[in-house]
Protein backbone atom coordinates (compact mmCIF):
# COMPACT_ATOMS: atom_id res chain seq x y z
CA UNK A 1 0.00 0.00 0.00
CA UNK A 2 1.27 3.39 -1.24
CA UNK A 3 1.84 6.13 1.65
CA UNK A 4 -0.70 8.22 0.07
CA UNK A 5 -3.43 5.45 0.77
CA UNK A 6 -2.34 4.76 3.89
CA UNK A 7 -2.20 8.43 5.24
CA UNK A 8 -6.24 8.94 3.40
CA UNK A 9 -7.33 5.85 4.98
CA UNK A 10 -6.38 7.21 8.79
CA UNK A 11 -4.10 4.24 9.50
CA UNK A 12 -1.20 6.31 9.66
CA UNK A 13 -2.00 8.35 13.22
CA UNK A 14 -3.36 4.52 13.91
CA UNK A 15 0.01 2.77 13.42
CA UNK A 16 1.77 6.07 15.35
CA UNK A 17 -0.34 5.53 18.50
CA UNK A 18 -0.12 1.68 18.34
CA UNK A 19 4.06 2.29 18.59
CA UNK A 20 3.58 4.86 21.23
CA UNK A 21 1.56 2.72 23.12
CA UNK A 22 3.89 0.03 23.07
CA UNK A 23 7.08 2.25 23.55
CA UNK A 24 5.48 3.87 26.53
CA UNK A 25 4.36 0.51 28.33
CA UNK A 26 7.96 -1.38 28.30
CA UNK A 27 9.66 1.01 30.90
CA UNK A 28 13.27 -0.77 29.68
CA UNK A 29 12.78 1.05 26.43
CA UNK A 30 12.12 4.08 27.85
CA UNK A 31 15.02 4.37 29.63
CA UNK A 32 16.93 2.57 26.71
CA UNK A 33 15.70 5.29 24.79
CA UNK A 34 16.93 7.93 26.92
CA UNK A 35 20.59 6.62 27.66
CA UNK A 36 20.77 5.99 23.99
CA UNK A 37 20.28 9.76 23.45
CA UNK A 38 22.71 10.86 25.68
CA UNK A 39 25.26 8.01 24.94
CA UNK A 40 25.42 9.16 21.28
CA UNK A 41 25.74 12.96 22.23
CA UNK A 42 28.32 11.57 24.46
CA UNK A 43 30.46 9.24 22.22
CA UNK A 44 29.69 11.97 19.52
CA UNK A 45 31.41 15.12 21.65
CA UNK A 46 34.37 12.50 22.57
CA UNK A 47 34.62 11.08 18.94
CA UNK A 48 38.19 10.44 18.65
CA UNK A 49 38.23 7.99 22.04
CA UNK A 50 36.15 5.48 20.21
CA UNK A 51 37.32 5.70 16.46
CA UNK A 52 41.05 5.95 16.81
CA UNK A 53 42.62 7.82 14.14
CA UNK A 54 46.18 8.37 12.91
CA UNK A 55 46.02 12.46 14.19
CA UNK A 56 45.29 11.01 17.33
CA UNK A 57 48.22 10.45 19.10
CA UNK A 58 47.03 10.10 22.32
CA UNK A 59 48.14 6.30 24.19
CA UNK A 60 45.66 3.79 24.52
CA UNK A 61 46.05 1.91 27.38
CA UNK A 62 44.30 -1.80 28.05
CA UNK A 63 43.05 -3.41 30.82
CA UNK A 64 45.09 -6.33 29.96
CA UNK A 65 48.86 -6.57 27.66
CA UNK A 66 47.35 -9.30 25.72
CA UNK A 67 45.32 -7.26 23.63
CA UNK A 68 48.45 -4.54 22.63
CA UNK A 69 48.17 -5.95 19.69
CA UNK A 70 44.91 -5.76 18.30
CA UNK A 71 43.79 -3.64 15.20
CA UNK A 72 42.12 -0.74 14.91
CA UNK A 73 38.94 -1.72 13.43
CA UNK A 74 38.10 -4.01 16.42
CA UNK A 75 37.59 -0.62 18.24
CA UNK A 76 35.00 0.49 15.41
CA UNK A 77 33.10 -2.00 15.30
CA UNK A 78 32.87 -2.15 18.89
CA UNK A 79 31.88 1.20 19.40
CA UNK A 80 29.46 1.02 16.25
CA UNK A 81 27.80 -2.10 17.97
CA UNK A 82 27.66 -0.26 21.35
CA UNK A 83 25.27 1.95 19.32
CA UNK A 84 23.24 -0.15 17.43
CA UNK A 85 22.59 -2.37 20.81
CA UNK A 86 20.96 0.75 22.57
CA UNK A 87 18.92 1.74 19.31
CA UNK A 88 17.69 -1.99 19.30
CA UNK A 89 16.71 -1.41 22.80
CA UNK A 90 15.31 1.32 21.93
CA UNK A 91 12.80 -0.21 19.24
CA UNK A 92 12.00 -2.93 21.67
CA UNK A 93 14.84 -5.68 21.65
CA UNK A 94 15.63 -4.71 25.15
CA UNK A 95 17.45 -7.53 25.70
CA UNK A 96 18.95 -8.44 22.97
CA UNK A 97 20.59 -4.61 22.64
CA UNK A 98 21.64 -4.24 25.88
CA UNK A 99 23.28 -7.69 25.58
CA UNK A 100 24.97 -6.21 22.82
CA UNK A 101 25.89 -2.88 24.15
CA UNK A 102 27.26 -4.29 27.12
CA UNK A 103 30.06 -7.25 25.45
CA UNK A 104 31.14 -4.30 23.13
CA UNK A 105 31.39 -2.08 25.77
CA UNK A 106 33.39 -4.39 27.91
CA UNK A 107 35.59 -4.87 24.43
CA UNK A 108 35.98 -0.97 24.34
CA UNK A 109 37.32 -0.49 28.01
CA UNK A 110 39.57 -3.76 27.71
CA UNK A 111 41.14 -2.41 24.92
CA UNK A 112 41.49 1.23 26.22
CA UNK A 113 40.96 2.03 30.37
CA UNK A 114 40.83 5.45 28.64
CA UNK A 115 37.19 5.05 27.89
CA UNK A 116 35.99 4.14 31.69
CA UNK A 117 34.29 7.62 31.79
CA UNK A 118 31.98 7.81 34.43
CA UNK A 119 29.24 8.19 31.88
CA UNK A 120 30.14 5.33 30.10
CA UNK A 121 30.77 2.69 32.73
CA UNK A 122 27.04 3.72 34.08
CA UNK A 123 25.73 3.00 30.75
CA UNK A 124 27.52 -0.53 30.95
CA UNK A 125 26.27 -1.37 33.98
CA UNK A 126 22.56 -0.94 32.99
CA UNK A 127 23.29 -2.38 30.07
CA UNK A 128 23.93 -5.56 31.83
CA UNK A 129 21.02 -4.94 34.30
CA UNK A 130 19.05 -4.84 31.20
CA UNK A 131 19.96 -7.64 29.33
CA UNK A 132 19.80 -9.99 32.70
CA UNK A 133 16.69 -8.89 34.61
CA UNK A 134 14.26 -11.00 34.83
CA UNK A 135 11.14 -9.16 35.59
CA UNK A 136 10.31 -5.10 36.18
CA UNK A 137 10.45 -5.45 39.93
CA UNK A 138 14.25 -6.57 40.04
CA UNK A 139 15.40 -4.20 37.43
CA UNK A 140 13.83 -1.17 39.18
CA UNK A 141 15.08 -1.84 42.21
CA UNK A 142 18.74 -2.38 40.90
CA UNK A 143 18.29 0.64 39.38
CA UNK A 144 17.72 2.66 41.83
CA UNK A 145 20.33 1.41 44.17
CA UNK A 146 22.82 1.91 41.47
CA UNK A 147 21.60 5.53 40.74
CA UNK A 148 21.39 6.32 44.23
CA UNK A 149 25.34 4.36 45.02
CA UNK A 150 26.48 7.19 42.09
CA UNK A 151 25.56 10.18 44.51
CA UNK A 152 26.57 8.46 47.91
CA UNK A 153 30.37 7.18 47.06
CA UNK A 154 30.82 10.37 44.97
CA UNK A 155 29.46 12.56 48.08
CA UNK A 156 31.77 10.52 50.25
CA UNK A 157 34.86 10.87 47.82
CA UNK A 158 34.53 14.78 48.39
CA UNK A 159 34.91 14.25 52.12
CA UNK A 160 38.56 15.17 52.35
CA UNK A 161 40.65 17.78 53.38
CA UNK A 162 41.86 18.31 49.04
CA UNK A 163 38.53 18.84 48.07
CA UNK A 164 36.97 21.35 50.76
CA UNK A 165 40.21 23.23 50.50
CA UNK A 166 41.21 22.97 46.60
CA UNK A 167 38.24 22.64 43.88
CA UNK A 168 35.25 23.17 46.16
CA UNK A 169 35.87 26.40 46.75
CA UNK A 170 37.00 26.98 42.79
CA UNK A 171 33.52 25.28 41.64
CA UNK A 172 31.28 27.57 44.37
CA UNK A 173 33.48 30.52 43.54
CA UNK A 174 32.81 29.33 38.95
CA UNK A 175 29.09 29.45 39.86
CA UNK A 176 29.35 32.96 41.81
CA UNK A 177 31.06 34.05 38.63
CA UNK A 178 28.33 32.90 36.34
CA UNK A 179 25.87 34.67 38.21
CA UNK A 180 27.93 37.71 38.65
CA UNK A 181 29.03 37.66 41.65
CA UNK A 182 32.80 38.06 42.78
CA UNK A 183 33.28 36.93 45.88
CA UNK A 184 36.16 39.17 48.32
CA UNK A 185 39.00 37.23 48.77
CA UNK A 186 38.95 36.85 52.91
CA UNK A 187 34.61 35.50 52.29
CA UNK A 188 34.15 32.85 53.63
CA UNK A 189 30.93 31.77 51.97
CA UNK A 190 32.61 29.79 49.39
CA UNK A 191 34.31 27.31 51.98
CA UNK A 192 30.85 27.30 53.80
CA UNK A 193 29.48 26.23 50.33
CA UNK A 194 31.71 23.82 49.70
CA UNK A 195 31.75 21.65 52.97
CA UNK A 196 28.23 21.57 52.66
CA UNK A 197 27.99 20.62 49.02
CA UNK A 198 29.14 16.82 50.07
CA UNK A 199 26.56 16.59 52.41
CA UNK A 200 24.11 17.55 50.18
CA UNK A 201 25.02 15.26 47.89
CA UNK A 202 24.93 12.66 49.83
CA UNK A 203 21.65 13.57 51.21
CA UNK A 204 20.33 13.06 47.85
CA UNK A 205 21.70 9.50 47.35
CA UNK A 206 20.17 8.63 50.91
CA UNK A 207 16.57 9.92 49.73
CA UNK A 208 16.74 8.38 46.21
CA UNK A 209 17.41 4.91 47.85
CA UNK A 210 14.39 5.12 50.17
CA UNK A 211 11.42 4.96 48.10
CA UNK A 212 9.21 7.27 50.38
CA UNK A 213 12.04 9.89 49.51
CA UNK A 214 12.01 9.55 46.21
CA UNK A 215 10.93 12.47 44.65
CA UNK A 216 12.31 14.50 47.65
CA UNK A 217 15.98 13.32 46.05
CA UNK A 218 14.61 13.88 42.64
CA UNK A 219 14.09 17.28 43.07
CA UNK A 220 17.10 17.77 45.34
CA UNK A 221 19.43 15.77 42.47
CA UNK A 222 17.74 18.23 39.85
CA UNK A 223 18.89 21.41 41.51
CA UNK A 224 22.15 20.25 42.28
CA UNK A 225 23.18 19.03 38.52
CA UNK A 226 21.71 22.65 37.97
CA UNK A 227 24.23 24.15 40.36
CA UNK A 228 26.81 22.07 38.81
CA UNK A 229 25.92 23.30 35.13
CA UNK A 230 25.98 26.75 36.61
CA UNK A 231 29.11 26.72 38.14
CA UNK A 232 31.05 24.48 35.28
CA UNK A 233 29.21 25.52 32.36
CA UNK A 234 30.25 27.95 29.56
CA UNK A 235 29.27 30.99 31.94
CA UNK A 236 31.53 29.74 34.90
CA UNK A 237 35.06 27.50 34.65
CA UNK A 238 34.00 25.92 30.96
CA UNK A 239 34.66 22.44 31.27
CA UNK A 240 33.89 20.25 28.96
CA UNK A 241 31.05 19.57 26.66
CA UNK A 242 30.95 16.11 27.94
CA UNK A 243 30.26 17.24 31.68
CA UNK A 244 28.13 19.44 30.69
CA UNK A 245 25.91 16.41 28.80
CA UNK A 246 26.56 13.79 31.64
CA UNK A 247 24.94 16.35 34.32
CA UNK A 248 21.72 16.77 31.72
CA UNK A 249 21.20 12.92 31.52
CA UNK A 250 20.57 12.91 35.13
CA UNK A 251 18.36 15.74 35.13
CA UNK A 252 16.93 13.83 32.69
CA UNK A 253 16.40 10.74 34.50
CA UNK A 254 15.73 12.31 37.48
CA UNK A 255 12.91 14.19 36.08
CA UNK A 256 11.47 11.05 34.91
CA UNK A 257 11.61 9.56 38.37
CA UNK A 258 9.26 12.80 39.41
CA UNK A 259 6.55 12.09 37.44
CA UNK A 260 6.68 8.91 37.57
CA UNK A 261 8.07 7.51 40.58
CA UNK A 262 6.62 3.81 40.68
CA UNK A 263 8.93 3.19 37.77
CA UNK A 264 12.05 3.64 40.41
CA UNK A 265 10.66 0.88 42.44
CA UNK A 266 8.97 -2.26 42.63
CA UNK A 267 5.30 -2.67 41.45
CA UNK A 268 2.59 -3.98 44.19
CA UNK A 269 4.23 -4.93 47.29
CA UNK A 270 1.66 -8.30 46.97
CA UNK A 271 3.25 -9.58 43.35
CA UNK A 272 6.19 -12.19 44.95
CA UNK A 273 8.66 -12.54 42.11
CA UNK A 274 10.88 -15.18 42.39
CA UNK A 275 14.50 -15.00 41.17
CA UNK A 276 15.50 -16.79 38.31
CA UNK A 277 18.82 -17.76 37.54
CA UNK A 278 19.53 -14.87 35.63
CA UNK A 279 18.51 -12.78 38.56
CA UNK A 280 21.35 -14.84 40.49
CA UNK A 281 23.97 -13.87 37.95
CA UNK A 282 22.58 -10.37 37.89
CA UNK A 283 23.67 -10.13 41.81
CA UNK A 284 26.87 -11.29 41.40
CA UNK A 285 28.09 -8.87 38.44
CA UNK A 286 26.14 -5.86 40.34
CA UNK A 287 26.99 -6.21 44.00
CA UNK A 288 31.03 -5.40 43.67
CA UNK A 289 30.33 -2.31 41.71
CA UNK A 290 28.19 -1.47 44.60
CA UNK A 291 30.24 -2.53 47.28
CA UNK A 292 34.34 -2.00 45.93
CA UNK A 293 33.87 1.67 45.85
CA UNK A 294 34.68 1.65 49.79
CA UNK A 295 38.38 0.34 49.03
CA UNK A 296 38.79 3.56 46.34
CA UNK A 297 40.94 4.97 48.50
CA UNK A 298 43.28 2.33 48.66
CA UNK A 299 43.48 1.68 45.20
CA UNK A 300 41.89 -1.64 45.35
CA UNK A 301 38.99 -0.15 43.34
CA UNK A 302 39.35 2.44 40.62
CA UNK A 303 38.61 6.17 41.13
CA UNK A 304 35.83 6.36 38.33
CA UNK A 305 34.62 3.11 38.96
CA UNK A 306 34.29 4.17 42.73
CA UNK A 307 32.11 7.43 41.44
CA UNK A 308 34.90 9.65 42.56
CA UNK A 309 34.42 12.64 40.36
CA UNK A 310 35.42 16.25 41.57
CA UNK A 311 37.63 14.87 43.41
CA UNK A 312 41.19 16.02 44.29
CA UNK A 313 42.64 13.12 45.92
CA UNK A 314 43.31 10.87 42.89
CA UNK A 315 46.21 8.90 42.26
CA UNK A 316 48.37 10.29 39.68
CA UNK A 317 51.48 10.18 38.09
CA UNK A 318 54.02 13.12 36.55
CA UNK A 319 55.81 13.00 33.60
CA UNK A 320 58.70 15.34 32.42
CA UNK A 321 61.26 15.25 29.60
CA UNK A 322 64.29 17.25 29.15
CA UNK A 323 63.45 20.26 27.09
CA UNK A 324 66.37 18.89 24.61
CA UNK A 325 64.20 16.01 24.19
CA UNK A 326 61.15 17.63 22.88
CA UNK A 327 61.41 17.22 19.21
CA UNK A 328 61.03 13.36 19.99
CA UNK A 329 57.63 13.83 21.16
CA UNK A 330 53.93 13.82 19.43
CA UNK A 331 53.46 17.01 17.46
CA UNK A 332 49.63 16.89 19.17
CA UNK A 333 52.03 17.32 22.45
CA UNK A 334 54.77 19.61 21.08
CA UNK A 335 51.85 21.76 20.43
CA UNK A 336 50.54 22.01 23.87
CA UNK A 337 54.24 22.47 25.33
CA UNK A 338 54.90 25.88 22.91
CA UNK A 339 51.79 26.96 24.27
CA UNK A 340 53.03 27.17 28.05
CA UNK A 341 55.52 29.37 29.33
CA UNK A 342 59.12 27.14 30.39
CA UNK A 343 61.29 28.16 33.25
CA UNK A 344 64.22 29.66 31.51
CA UNK A 345 67.93 27.72 31.75
CA UNK A 346 65.40 24.48 33.54
CA UNK A 347 66.89 21.27 31.80
CA UNK A 348 63.03 19.52 31.62
CA UNK A 349 59.61 20.20 31.16
CA UNK A 350 56.70 18.42 33.00
CA UNK A 351 53.82 16.92 30.16
CA UNK A 352 50.49 18.40 30.68
CA UNK A 353 48.51 15.30 30.60
CA UNK A 354 45.43 16.40 31.01
CA UNK A 355 45.40 18.71 28.74
CA UNK A 356 46.73 16.57 26.08
CA UNK A 357 43.84 14.07 26.79
CA UNK A 358 41.55 16.67 25.89
CA UNK A 359 42.83 18.32 23.13
CA UNK A 360 43.08 14.76 21.46
CA UNK A 361 40.31 12.76 22.75
CA UNK A 362 37.87 15.02 23.49
CA UNK A 363 37.87 13.64 27.08
CA UNK A 364 38.82 14.33 30.43
CA UNK A 365 42.47 12.07 31.34
CA UNK A 366 41.83 8.83 33.61
CA UNK A 367 42.67 9.73 36.67
CA UNK A 368 44.32 6.51 37.56
CA UNK A 369 48.28 6.36 38.23
CA UNK A 370 48.03 3.36 36.63
CA UNK A 371 46.71 4.57 33.42
CA UNK A 372 49.01 7.52 33.46
CA UNK A 373 51.74 5.08 34.05
CA UNK A 374 50.47 3.44 30.74
CA UNK A 375 50.76 7.18 29.33
CA UNK A 376 54.62 8.15 30.71
CA UNK A 377 55.76 4.35 29.16
CA UNK A 378 54.16 5.30 25.63
CA UNK A 379 56.27 8.93 25.71
CA UNK A 380 59.41 6.96 26.73
CA UNK A 381 58.64 4.91 24.03
CA UNK A 382 59.38 7.65 22.10
CA UNK A 383 62.45 9.14 22.98
CA UNK A 384 65.08 7.56 22.17
CA UNK A 385 67.53 7.11 25.14
CA UNK A 386 66.42 4.59 28.44
CA UNK A 387 66.80 7.90 30.83
CA UNK A 388 64.88 10.54 28.16
CA UNK A 389 62.21 10.76 30.80
CA UNK A 390 61.65 11.18 34.32
CA UNK A 391 58.19 10.04 36.09
CA UNK A 392 57.13 10.82 39.72
CA UNK A 393 54.22 8.56 40.61
CA UNK A 394 52.17 10.09 43.62
CA UNK A 395 49.03 7.84 45.77
CA UNK A 396 45.99 9.21 46.26
CA UNK A 397 46.24 12.34 48.72
CA UNK A 398 45.37 11.33 52.68
CA UNK A 399 41.55 12.29 53.68
CA UNK A 400 42.62 14.01 56.48
CA UNK A 401 46.24 15.34 56.04
CA UNK A 402 46.11 16.02 51.72
CA UNK A 403 49.61 14.14 51.81
CA UNK A 404 50.79 12.23 49.36
CA UNK A 405 53.61 9.47 48.63
CA UNK A 406 55.74 9.66 45.73
CA UNK A 407 57.90 7.26 43.86
CA UNK A 408 60.30 8.78 41.44
CA UNK A 409 61.33 6.57 38.25
CA UNK A 410 64.08 8.09 36.82
CA UNK A 411 64.61 5.23 33.49
CA UNK A 412 62.24 3.71 31.15
CA UNK A 413 63.09 0.70 32.21
CA UNK A 414 62.57 0.92 35.92
CA UNK A 415 59.21 2.43 34.84
CA UNK A 416 58.36 -0.85 33.33
CA UNK A 417 59.75 -2.91 36.05
CA UNK A 418 57.80 -0.67 38.55
CA UNK A 419 54.21 -1.06 36.73
CA UNK A 420 54.69 -5.07 36.48
CA UNK A 421 55.33 -4.64 40.50
CA UNK A 422 52.92 -2.30 41.40
CA UNK A 423 49.74 -3.33 39.40
CA UNK A 424 47.62 -6.05 38.32
CA UNK A 425 46.49 -4.52 35.20
CA UNK A 426 47.89 -3.40 31.90
CA UNK A 427 50.67 -0.28 31.71
CA UNK A 428 51.51 -1.13 28.52
CA UNK A 429 50.72 0.72 25.23
CA UNK A 430 48.73 -0.69 21.98
CA UNK A 431 50.61 -0.43 18.84
CA UNK A 432 48.53 1.01 16.58
CA UNK A 433 48.66 2.02 12.61
CA UNK A 434 44.59 3.40 12.25
CA UNK A 435 43.87 5.28 9.36
CA UNK A 436 43.99 8.93 8.88
CA UNK A 437 40.77 10.72 9.54
CA UNK A 438 37.56 10.99 7.28
CA UNK A 439 37.72 14.65 7.51
CA UNK A 440 40.17 16.89 8.29
Given amino acids: MKLTELMSESRLPAVVAAFGDSFWADRRRVYAAWIGVSLVALMAVTWPLWFPTAEVTF ?4 LVPMV ?7 DW ?20 GCGLASLASMTLVILNQHRLQPWFYEFLLVSILFSLASADTVWKRWMRYLVASIYIYSAVSKLD ?3 LET ?4 LVIGGGEALGIAPDPDASWPAVIAHSAPLYELAVGMCLAWPPLLRVGAVMGILLHLGILLAVGPWGLQHSTGVLLWNGHFIGL ?5 WKPQDAYAEPQQQVVHWRACDWVLAGVLLPPLVLPVTEHGEWWDHWPSWAVYAPHCSKAQVYVPQARVQQLPEGLQRLLARQPWEEGAFEVELPLAAWSLAETHAPLYPQARFQVGV ?29 KGTA ?18 TRPRQLTPPAAITK
Avoid at 77 to 96: D, Y
Avoid at 167 to 170: K, Q
Avoid at 254 to 258: D, E, Y
Fill in 376 to 404: ARAVAERIAADFGMRCVVWSPAGRLSGKR
Fill in 77 to 96: IASLAVLAGWIVAAFGKVRL
Fill in 254 to 258: LGWWL
Fill in 59 to 62: PMIP
Fill in 167 to 170: LGPS
Fill in 68 to 74: AEWPWWI
Fill in 409 to 426: IASRRELVRFAARRYWLG
Fill in 161 to 163: VSF
